[in-house]
Antibody
Framework: QVQLVESGGGVVQPGTSLRLSCAASGFTFRTYAIHWVRQAPGKGLDWVAVISNDGSNKYYADSVKGRFTISRDNSKNTLFLQMSSLSAEDTAVYHC????????????WGQGTLVTVSS | QSALTQPASVSGPPGQSITISCTGTRSDVGIYTYVSWYQHHPGKAPKLLIYEVSYRPSGVSNRFSGSKSGNTASLTISGLQAEDEADYYCSSFTSSRTLVFGGGTKLTVL
């Protein structure tokens, strides 16, 4: 079955960097676009970024543009999110999610990894 | 990109129907049919209920249905059940090739 497992979260200080990973299995990873979506404590879902199936196209939310970089390694079925200049506003559970159609409907989600930015 | 507008909460007794609205703009909901709805039980992964306005993925109950008129999309849940109590989110593809979510609606089954 389709499985997405995030890792790399933790407690970091403001201004620092962190890299999240998302390990995929149960489907042909290289044929799907993948998104990062986050949820801050007590808040709603907040889209972060998307990467096309071959990694050639990437789009970001304005709130993370220039600070976060999405990438993927199709040989290892893994998605990444490199986050820099982190602030308290980035504190959230970060989910990776598979794009079912290429038109941004997300049919499979991971359980998420918690990133806490605090001094 | 501003979030799509959803009511903060809705409620209804078991067996009734409820509708959740999702209002966007002419840069997202108004011009695209790429509107989705998700059910989210806290602590679990969100579940896709509806994609492309009105299509249900395999395995999703036909009690869930979607529609759109102008800048507003809607999710209707018929025959409310206790397990439907959850948070519901709409989302839309945008003209900037980004994705925007609604603020979420908490459904209470009375």
């Amino acid at each position: 079955q389709v499985q997405l497992v995030e890792s790399g979260g933790g407690v970091v200080q403001p201004g620092t960097s962190l890299r999240l990973s998302c390990a995929a299995s149960g489907f042909t990873f290289r044929t799907y676009a993948i998104h990062w979506v986050r949820q801050a404590p007590g808040k709603g879902l907040d889209w972060v970024a998307v990467i096309s199936n071959d990694g050639s196209n990437k789009y970001y939310a304005d709130s993370v543009k220039g600070r976060f970089t999405i990438s993927r390694d199709n040989s290892k079925n893994t998605l990444f999110l490199q986050m820099s200049s982190l602030s308290a506003e980035d504190t959230a559970v970060y989910h990776c999610a598979r794009d079912t159609s290429g038109w941004y409907s997300l049919d499979s989600w991971g359980q998420g990894t918690l990133v806490t930015v605090s001094s | 990109q501003s979030a799509l507008t959803q009511p903060a909460s809705v409620s209804g007794p078991p067996g009734q129907s409820i509708t959740i609205s999702c209002t966007g703009t002419r840069s997202d909901v108004g011009i695209y049919t790429y509107v989705s709805w998700y059910q989210h039980h806290p602590g679990k992964a969100p579940k896709l209920l509806i994609y492309e306005v009105s299509y249900r993925p395999s395995g999703v109950s036909n009690r869930f249905s979607g529609s759109k008129s102008g800048n507003t999309a809607s999710l209707t849940i018929s025959g409310l059940q206790a397990e439907d109590e959850a948070d519901y989110y709409c989302s839309s593809f945008t003209s900037s090739r980004t994705l925007v979510f609604g603020g979420g609606t908490k459904l209470t089954v009375l």
